[in-house]
């Protein structure tokens, strides 16, 4: 019987997780990120990993450092492979090398291109091909060498993130169940990256969102794709001699132009784009 630990924290990794299980493949431990305050209220939030594991009833731990307890803890059990998507933090060479298939990651873009925290969203704002790369973990991020990766087919493009999160996803998943059996017979040669074609992507900001409506409409929509579920794409207008913060939640692109159909005024609930111009005439 296959054994392994996952590590994940984010709704990718959900997706993922969510996916695999569809496969037959079920985690015996998860590693995840911690609780964190959010929204107005700063209510302490559980990562939708640790969420997914209390449903399915997988014992899971939320360390603050990954050090000697946590490997203490991952070598009370004989793990055949570590598997990582999205996890959020930087795993110790140490902790890779403990299972005897070492650590697999699955990460949201065609490596080398896009390395890093955000591959879907730059996916997205650099208008590149979507898809999948299987790597076997080294101590330098998302540097190791290839074991597989599948490009992913969609008729519909640009997607947003929270559409073309879960179908990275679920493609990952797919992939990996395929290759799984030559992982663990050793059949699959690993490929190394090219490094001198490697790109990075960034942690994403709030101001990143930031749009002005004067500038090209094309980059305009891209940012509201990309942001659409943090930070959300917004911009800054004037309103009674202040300066008002608004949301854009609907928006679409036709005939060169952006088209905003609803939006959140601060403080306010959404409304329409329209109702909203009306209101600050």
Known sequence: MIKFA????????????TSLKEKGL????IICGEDKVQGRGLKLTPPPVKVWAEENDINFIQPKKLDSSLITK??????????VASYGKIIPEEILNLPSHKTLSIHPSLL????????????ILEEIEPGVTIIRLDKEIDHGPIIAERKLKTDIWPLKTSALSPLLAELG???????????????????PQDHGKAT??????????????????????????????WPRAFFFTESKGEQLRVVITSAKFEDEKLIIEKVIPQNKKEISYETFLKSIR
């Open 173 to 191: 998943a797919e992939l990996f169940a395929e290759i799984l059996p030559d992982f663990l017979a050793e059949k699959i040669k690993e490929k």
């Open 200 to 229: 990075f992507t960034k942690k994403i900001e709030k101001n990143d969102a930031l749009i002005d409506l004067t500038t090209s409409a094309w980059e305009n929509y891209k940012k509201i794709l990309a942001y659409d579920i």
């Open 112 to 123: 080398p291109k896009l390395r890093g925290p955000s591959p879907i969203q730059a996916t």
């Open 26 to 29: 079920v985690p015996k431990l």
């Open 74 to 83: 991952l070598k009370e059990s004989q793990y055949d492979f570590f598997l």
């Open 6 to 17: 996952f590590f994940g924290t984010d709704t990718f990794a959900l997706n993922f997780l």
